[in-house]
């Protein structure tokens, strides 16, 4: 018998705690969170149970009494009446757009709270499309004033993080210039750097209708075979001056989270997608799960890959079963 017994470090929970390599609080959780227009709205989600289309009356106690769990950054994700799409998504930048007026008054009534904020076309297109389409090609230096239009006003509107989602080439250059240009040094971008065209994304376009009308997003989205790819869209990110680089979604991809965090000197942030989250609630609703515990490791061995912060539809209850 060898001398060496590793089980001697986990012989009781203080040693076990002494030893733990992994730290996971409600400080590295980021809340998805959908808004509605109008009042009085708090609809579930068929297929994402526990998550809701808000409208912000309601919303505005949600994120306080998530602020008061320790939840302190949200990602709000807006879902656009079909009659206001359009095919360059104008309603993104409208002046009376819900969205924008929505994210100035949670800034207002919440300094403590970060907002971060998504810039694509899809939920704003005709088409569905993160980027303009034409002939059943996706445009992508067409795309990119849209984006940086788009990401001015929700700047303008006092987003903390912008978070550019539609994998164009060369969005987040663009996006830093025109942010800059406009006096907005201070406002981040955590670029959505390695997002696959996942079949993990459903239930987020169920919540804001917003599924492509033609076609599939495999001709801007990272093919899920691939993981040096990665490493060239991550130099790319970095180089045009991106804060964070994401990775989504994140179970599938913990090798894609290490990777990065190895060779890029930034936070490394992944996206716990809906997909994901939706398959726990379902085990977890049948009882062939334990809901806690499961949502607990998964968000531990995110950490453990690498990432700083996590977006996750269970922040707010891991907050609560963890307080
Ligand atoms: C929009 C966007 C998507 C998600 C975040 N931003 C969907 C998509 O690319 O089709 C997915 C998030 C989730 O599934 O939780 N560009």
């Known amino acids: 018998m060898n001398e060496i017994r590793p089980r001697r470090n986990r012989k009781h929970s203080a040693i076990r705690q002494m030893v733990e390599e992994t730290q996971l609080g409600s400080q590295h959780l980021i809340y998805p969170i959908f808004l509605k227009d109008g009042k009085n709205i708090k609809q579930e989600v068929a297929s994402l149970p526990n998550n809701f289309r808000w409208s912000l009356d ?3 106690p949600e994120i306080e009494s998530c602020l008061e769990l320790g939840i302190k950054t949200f ?3 807006p879902a656009i009446d079909e009659t206001l799409k359009d095919k360059v998504a104008s309603y993104s930048f409208a002046s009376d757009n819900f969205y924008l007026d929505a ?4 800034k207002e009534r919440f300094a403590e709270a970060i907002i971060m904020t998504d810039v694509a076309m899809d939920p704003y297109s005709s088409d569905g499309h993160d980027g303009l389409v034409e002939n059943g090609i996706i445009l992508n230096d067409e795309t990119l004033p849209i984006l940086a239009k788009m990401a001015i006003a929700q700047a303008q509107a006092g987003a903390d993080i912008i978070g550019p989602s539609d994998m164009m080439d060369g969005r987040v ?4 210039e025109a942010l800059d ?10 670029s959505y750097t390695a997002k696959y065209a996942s079949a993990f994304y459903g239930p987020f376009r169920d919540a804001l209708n917003s599924a492509p009308k033609m076609g599939d997003k495999k001709t801007y989205q990272m093919n899920p075979a691939n993981k040096r790819e990665a490493l060239l869209e991550a130099q790319l990110d970095f180089e045009e001056g991106a804060d964070m680089l994401m990775v989504k979604p994140a179970l599938c991809y913990l090798d894609v989270i290490a990777l990065l965090k190895e060779n890029f000197p930034i936070p490394i942030t992944a996206y716990n997608v ?7 609630y379902a085990a977890a609703q049948k009882g062939w799960i334990d809901y806690q515990r499961v949502v607990s490791e998964m968000l531990l061995s995110i950490r453990r890959a690498g990432a700083s912060a996590i977006l996750t539809y269970f922040a707010k209850d891991f907050a609560q079963f963890t307080r």
């Not at 250059?173 to 830093?176: A, E, S, T, Y």
């Not at 240009?181 to 955590?190: D, L, Q, R």
């Open 75 to 77: 990602d709000i994700f």
């Open 103 to 106: 994210i100035r008054q949670i």
């Open 181 to 190: 240009n406009s006096g907005f040094e201070e406002v981040s971008i955590m």
């Open 58 to 60: 309601l919303l505005l």
């Open 173 to 176: 250059g663009f996006i830093r």
């Open 274 to 280: 809906s997909g994901e989250c939706a398959m726990v």
